[in-house]
Structure formats: C-alpha cells, structure tokens
C-alpha cells in the first residue's frame, strides 16, 4: 500500500450547517461534484467530504452512536506564530468555537485549537520543523 490518503470524511450531524461552517467560518468553497447528500472541499492533494453521520456508519456497517473524544484531530499549519494568533481570531469572530488558546507547545511550536460544529478538533499550529507548502504560482524566496 502507498503512502497516502486521498480523501477524509467527517460524519456530521446536520450537514447544511456542517457546510456552512466550512464555507462562511474556514472560507473554503465546496467543489462542484458536490451532490445534495455529501459536501466535498478540494484542498492540497486530497479532499475532505462532509456526509451525515447515520449514512457514514451505515456505509462502513458500524453503529452511529458515539460520543466524548474522537480520538484524533485535522490541523492547519500556518507559517508564523502570529499567523496562528490573527487566524484563531479570525475564525473565533466567525463563530468557531476556541478549545485551547494559542501557546508554546513542548514539541517546540505554538498552537491553539479549535473545534467545529460536530466537535472536530482542528489544531491551528505554527511548526518550525514542518511548514505548510507555498500557494501554487507562489514561490517564496528568502535572503541570507
């Protein structure tokens, strides 16, 4: 098996407002092969999809009931610890809900974390050691 993953799905409870979230707090614009029952967003090399979570758990044929810690979280890496500052910010004035404020973390980077409307956990961290690529047709460039 290859070394990847191609598309991540997050079961959710009410997927219009799981869709608005995503359009109105993250600013991201779904694709247009989004048909009425599952939402994607193309990001860098993968997507993720938004489906309602019974429909998610009958697919797999596991129970949909579930609560408490997931047990894992997405993350966002940003390029400066005021980066993470201004963006948390930004996403907690459009109504996403702050679960951890920014701060220095003991693996040697800064990072807050926020949560969705179905209590994913996005983790929005600067990490010196693994910076997010540049925008394509971007190329950053650096004088020593």
Same mark, same amino acid.
């Given at each position: 098996m290859?070394?990847?993953?191609?598309?991540?799905?997050? $079961?959710?409870?009410?997927?219009?407002?799981?869709?608005?979230? !995503?359009?109105?707090?993250?600013?991201?614009? /779904?694709?247009?092969s *989004?048909?009425? $029952?599952?939402v994607? #967003?193309?990001?860098n $090399?993968?997507?993720l999809?938004? #489906?309602?979570?019974?429909?998610?758990?009958?697919?797999?044929?596991? %129970?949909?009931?579930?609560?408490?810690?997931?047990?894992?979280?997405?993350? !966002?890496? =940003?390029r %400066?610890?005021?980066?993470? *500052?201004?963006?948390?910010?930004?996403?907690?004035?459009?109504?996403?809900?702050v679960?951890?404020? /920014?701060?220095? =973390? #003991?693996?040697? $980077? !800064?990072?807050? !974390?926020?949560s969705? &409307?179905?209590?994913?956990?996005?983790e929005?961290?600067?990490? &010196?050691?693994?910076?997010p *690529?540049? &925008?394509?047709?971007?190329r950053?460039?650096?004088?020593?």
């Open positions: 290859e070394q990847r993953l191609t598309l991540i799905t997050l $079961g959710v409870r009410n997927l219009q407002r799981a869709r608005e979230f !995503y359009q109105n707090v993250f600013g991201w614009q /779904p694709t247009e *989004d048909s009425e $029952g599952i994607f #967003f193309q990001l $090399g993968m997507q999809a938004l #489906f309602p979570q019974e429909s998610l758990a009958d697919d797999a044929g596991v %129970s949909p009931e579930g609560s408490g810690f997931k047990k894992f979280s997405l993350a !966002y890496n =940003v %400066s610890e005021q980066e993470v *500052d201004e963006l948390v910010a930004q996403l907690e004035e459009k109504g996403a809900t679960v951890k404020r /920014p701060e220095k =973390v #003991f693996w040697g $980077g !800064y990072s807050s !974390y926020i969705d &409307p179905d209590d994913n956990l996005w929005i961290a600067y990490n &010196p050691f693994l910076l *690529d540049e &925008p394509k047709g971007h950053h460039t650096s004088i020593h």
